[in-house]
């Protein structure tokens, strides 16, 4: 939660009174709410030191329910790998559905600094760069034993992840000659619908360039 001092004030008055005025109103509306909040700062270092209200901390910390980092629940890593790479894949095109031992236990070992989000952006870029129905890490993750390098350690950014899956359609697309629809085109092959896969290639800018 990173809410500005007016911000903050603002969020008491609704917790505290139960009332607020519409931006540009003037009309006080008066509303029964309960809220849930989220965070990953440490909001009692914060109004120590002046940057959260007390009076909100106190109003907002009525049945908190601290989650533990990644690291210290690795039981759930397997639950949430079994989660994400059927999502992910379908998302992508793809039908990786093998996850190798070897592969869990690497990410069993792995501190997850970034928590769970982290695990997602490199599963995802996992199945992105695996070439067929069997999840593979990437040969840097596995240097790396328990640690991959710094600039995998923060989220993967959304333009080396659409570059990735640009690279994947283009290969795709000429292993079939350009062609989008029919069995064994490229739609079929990357689990998309043709009018899907038009608009990704629209949104990666890919288009055919012909030669001569």
Known sequence: MNCPAGTQAKLLRVVQEGQFERVGSSRTIT???????????????????????????????????TVPPLRNRRGDIPLLVEFFVPRISSDLG????????????????YDWPGNVRELRNVLE???????????????DFKRSGTKIPEEHAQAVKLENLD??????????????????????????ILKLKPSTLRSRMQRLGIQRIKKG
């Open 31 to 65: 509303v029964d709410v309960r809220i849930i909040a989220a965070t990953n700062r440490d909001l009692e270092k914060d109004v120590a030191a002046g940057r959260f209200r007390a009076d909100l901390y106190y109003r907002l910390n009525v049945y908190p329910i």
């Open 94 to 109: 793809k039908h990786v559905n093998q996850i190798p031992p070897s592969v869990l236990e690497a990410l069993l070992k």
């Open 125 to 139: 870029r996992t199945i992105i760069t695996t070439p067929d129905q069997v999840l593979r890490l990437p040969d």
């Open 163 to 188: 570059e990735m899956t640009r690279q994947h359609i283009l290969r795709v697309l000429e292993s079939v000659q350009w062609q989008i629809e029919g069995p064994g085109r490229a739609s079929e």
